[in-house]
């Protein structure tokens, strides 16, 4: 592999890992932050630190961005001339952030890709760490080897704001997973048990739930609901008792609230004997999932 110039900006723990695992590979890496002094007190031995932005861009054909968010990214990218350049941003943000980059880098003479990353910066340049992208399928190509180097890398195609589609659910997941888990543990507490007690018989059963899920996949991809093996009108009954006690114990947790508000519309509509699944119908969708 010819060891390529690439760039990375952005030297939070993110970007050093990134910096570090192309460095190992042998690719000249130039670096370059926001913060003057941060650049300076987290160098990455190896990297070239740029003084400015525009500097680091000119450097390399290939441009990392791992920065805090959307808007630093656009004022980093912000006036400086990126023809020609392959820019890959894995800064988290929305679907159409993400699609209003990739806009202003075709309009200013760059190819845009975008990824998102699920790996811990330890984990980066190995095989527990994964990042899918979309946008530009010529970066995808030209680029593959490169970009393999973090981590096994998925496509997703030409729309550069499918990567982050999938992000923010897949990450919407994992926050309601962690909040389950708080509250469980919480709960827990009251009546004086352990969490670590309590740990490994919740992973059991999530574990046991897998099937279900799957289940539930293919019910809301068919909007077909009607096999159901765990009710609304069930999950109705259950919700409202696991209300009740988190109340009692003082430890009441909005989210089943709003989980039970989703089912009560359903049942409401006369779906309870259908599938829990559609409950999904009552989100974003306004009437229409009680209409199917």
């Given amino acids: 592999m010819t060891s390529e110039a690439i760039t990375v900006l952005g030297l939070g723990n993110l970007g050093r890992a990134l910096a570090e695992a192309f460095l190992r590979e042998g690719h000249p890496v130039t670096v370059w932050n926001r913060s003057a002094a941060k650049a300076s007190e987290l160098k990455v031995p190896g990297a070239v630190v740029a003084g400015t932005a525009a500097e680091a861009i000119a450097a390399s054909g290939l441009v990392i961005v791992a920065v805090l968010d959307h808007?630093?990214?656009?004022?980093?990218?912000?006036?400086?001339?990126?023809?020609?350049?392959?820019?890959?941003?894995?800064?988290?943000?929305?679907?159409?952030?993400?699609?209003?980059?990739?806009?202003?880098?075709?309009?200013?003479?760059?190819?845009?890709?975008?990824?998102?990353?699920?790996?811990?910066?330890?984990?980066?340049?190995?095989?527990?760490?994964?990042?899918?992208?979309?946008?530009?399928?010529?970066?995808?190509?030209?680029?593959?080897?490169?970009?393999?180097?973090?981590?096994?890398?998925?496509?997703?195609?030409?729309?550069?704001?499918?990567?982050?589609?999938?992000?923010?659910?897949?990450?919407?997941?994992?926050?309601?997973?962690?909040?389950?888990?708080?509250?469980?543990?919480?709960?827990?507490?009251?009546?004086?048990?352990?969490?670590?007690?309590?740990?490994?018989?919740?992973?059991?059963?999530?574990?046991?739930?897998?099937?279900?899920?799957?289940?539930?996949?293919?019910?809301?991809?068919?909007?077909?609901?009607?096999?159901?093996?765990?009710?609304?009108?069930?999950n109705q009954t259950g919700l409202a008792m696991l209300i009740r006690a988190a109340a009692a114990q003082g430890v009441p947790f909005a989210a089943l609230d709003s989980l039970k508000a989703l089912v009560d519309q359903q049942v409401d509509a006369g779906r309870g004997q259908e599938s829990l699944a559609r409950a999904v119908e009552s989100l974003g969708v306004g009437s229409q999932g009680l209409a199917g």
Avoid: C
Wanted: charged share 15%.
């Fill in 71 to 234: 808007a630093a990214a656009q004022r980093v990218l912000s006036g400086v001339d990126v023809r020609g350049r392959a820019l890959v941003n894995l800064t988290s943000g929305t679907p159409d952030e993400a699609r209003e980059l990739a806009g202003w880098a075709e309009a200013n003479g760059a190819d845009y890709l975008h990824g998102a990353v699920y790996a811990v910066p330890q984990t980066i340049g190995t095989d527990a760490s994964s990042i899918i992208y979309s946008g530009s399928p010529a970066v995808s190509e030209r680029w593959q080897k490169q970009l393999a180097l973090l981590g096994k890398v998925t496509f997703l195609g030409a729309d550069a704001g499918r990567a982050s589609g999938y992000d923010v659910a897949i990450l919407v997941g994992m926050y309601g997973l962690i909040g389950g888990f708080l509250h469980a543990a919480a709960l827990a507490r009251t009546n004086g048990i352990k969490t670590t007690e309590l740990t490994p018989m919740l992973l059991s059963w999530l574990t046991d739930l897998h099937p279900a899920l799957s289940t539930f996949a293919a019910e809301i991809d068919g909007a077909s609901y009607g096999n159901a093996e765990s009710s609304l009108a069930m």
